[in-house]
């Protein structure tokens, strides 16, 4: 009987702890959702069920289409894990060693020396997006598809960043002769493939991967941005010009990117990995290994999205966390302009969170939060104020600079319902001075700029862009003083000896 009460009284206080966890959850996201915190979906699971969600904001400003748990989201360089495991299955079945060159299996490849094992943990020395920045000059309106890759290689003048080993250097194109490579091995299409050897399997029923000119799905989300720090108004982030070359002519490319899921989907994910449903569990400790240089060291950076004490790593194709307060994690992180996307699984706790935004967020903050309230402390404390740089644009805008000016004081005195930052300030110079085509727009940048040298004046960096606002309204002697002024902060700025060579003056 003892026995039988002391069991039941535990029970209920675990009982009581997990409530009083979701609560925490609730009112955070309650926060969330009152202030139009967050747009996107979070969830989380422990020993592989689900616990949480959140699904907030908006899937389409445009139309008003909320988000909902059903709604689908790129999950950006976290498709990369899928591409990883696809490889490694092959790998299982012999079909491939992960020390073959790549090009045994794409015999057009230019490069020698490059294995299989160098594109998935990035260590290949090959050209990012850089790669397609001439096509795209020639042909503005071109959508750089996979069937590319390889002609571009081959007219690359530049050689390789480092020999392969030696470095790691992040580059979407490994993943993409990953694809390629699949595509090579099993003679059907690298969608097709996914669907059938790890979707499919895993119970990912709403999970496909995007091909540029498919059918529009209605419930992905769209890529939304406000174009600049004076816009109040979201929109596509393909039609702003200064994503343009990212998010319209690189939208098409899969391997690195176009997985299309859901929060609930990708729990499913993380219980077939995890489990040896995809690959064996020794292949899934190997995809976990952190990867070693040329010189024998183990490379290692910071941790990706997740904030405070750590430090971060990379597998074949995973990030690997280390948390002194959490142990060993793995997962990846996802950014297009637009959009952010995170998944993690805790390996020492069998916890996992994944989360999706692509609106309002503050999105590091937000992922951590729900991680510490998942493990019983508290989340950090969410910025309820607004922007006084937006608010003084604004200003600005409407009723010119004297006005704008008495306002920003105002607005940086109210600390309970502002907050004002120096970059976002210098932000605002440069798409006034670039972004912008109304009347009087070169005025609000060189009105932003020189604000902002007597709100920062030790800061090299506000000299330097006012000089180069000067420069560029015809202000030339005007320039070369606050060129000056910011070499005698930082006398060894590049932007500021490059524009005093040009200028002649060095």
Not at 47 to 66: D, E, H, I, L, R
Not at 230 to 240: A, F, I, M, N
Request: net charge neutral.
């Amino acid at each position: 009987m003892r026995l039988f009460i002391i069991g039941t009284w535990c029970l209920l206080s675990f009982a009581s702890k997990a409530q009083q966890r979701d609560s925490a959850l609730q009112a955070y996201c309650n926060t969330l959702s009152a202030h139009h915190l967050y747009d996107g979906n979070i969830a989380m699971a422990e020993m592989g069920k689900k616990v949480f969600a959140y699904a907030g904001g908006y899937a389409n400003y445009a139309t008003q289409q909320p988000n909902t748990s059903q709604s689908r989201f790129n999950l950006a360089s976290i498709s990369k894990i899928f591409t990883s495991t696809a490889i490694l299955q092959l790998k299982e079945q012999r079909k491939l060693k992960l020390e073959d060159e790549v090009i045994k299996y794409l015999p057009t490849f230019p490069f020698k020396g490059i294995t299989i094992r160098h594109l998935l943990t990035h260590t290949s020395g090959l050209p990012n997006l850089e790669l397609y920045e001439e096509v795209v000059k020639q042909y503005p309106d071109t959508v750089i598809s996979n069937a590319a890759v390889l002609p571009l290689l081959q007219q690359w003048k530049h050689g390789l960043y480092f020999p392969p080993g030696d470095q790691f250097r992040y580059c979407n194109t490994n993943y993409t002769l990953l694809a390629l490579i699949v595509e090579k091995i099993t003679g059907t299409s690298f969608p097709l493939y996914l669907r059938q050897h790890i979707f499919l399997p895993a119970g990912m029923k709403d999970t496909y991967v995007a091909v540029y000119g498919s059918k529009t799905d209605t419930l992905c989300v769209k890529q939304q941005v406000k174009p600049t720090y004076y816009d109040s108004l979201y929109c596509p982030s393909e039609q702003v010009k200064r994503y343009r070359f990212s998010e319209y002519n690189n939208q098409a490319s899969i391997g690195p990117s176009n997985v299309i899921t859901t929060v609930d989907d990708m729990i499913r994910f993380d219980n077939a990995f995890f489990s040896g449903k995809l690959l064996s569990l020794k292949t899934v400790e190997e995809a976990l290994t952190p990867l070693k240089l040329n010189n024998g060291k183990e490379y290692t950076e910071q941790m990706d999205t997740m904030e405070g004490e750590g430090s971060g790593q990379y597998g074949l194709g995973w990030e690997i966390f280390h948390q002194p307060n959490f142990g060993r994690g793995v997962g990846h992180g996802g950014f297009k302009f637009g959009l952010a996307t995170f998944y993690y699984h805790n390996m020492d706790r069998n916890q996992m969170i994944v989360a999706y935004t692509n609106g309002n967020n503050q999105f590091g903050k937000n992922v951590t939060s729900c991680f510490q309230m998942l493990n019983h402390l508290p989340a950090q404390q969410l910025d309820l104020r607004k922007s006084a740089v937006r608010a003084y644009a604004k200003a600005l805008i409407e009723k010119g600079p004297d006005h704008a000016a008495c306002m920003l004081h105002l607005y940086m005195a109210d600390t309970t319902h502002f907050y004002f930052n120096n970059r976002e300030m210098n932000f605002l110079g440069y798409d006034f001075l670039y972004q912008c085509s109304a009347p009087g727009h070169q005025q609000w940048s060189l009105e932003t700029f020189k604000l902002n040298t007597f709100l920062d004046p030790h800061n090299f960096n506000t000299y330097d862009s006012y000089g180069e606002a000067l420069l560029e309204c015809g202000y030339k002697a005007d320039a070369i003083q606050m060129y000056k002024r910011s070499l005698e902060l930082n006398p060894t700025s590049e932007d500021g000896i490059k524009a005093m060579k040009k200028l002649g003056l060095m």
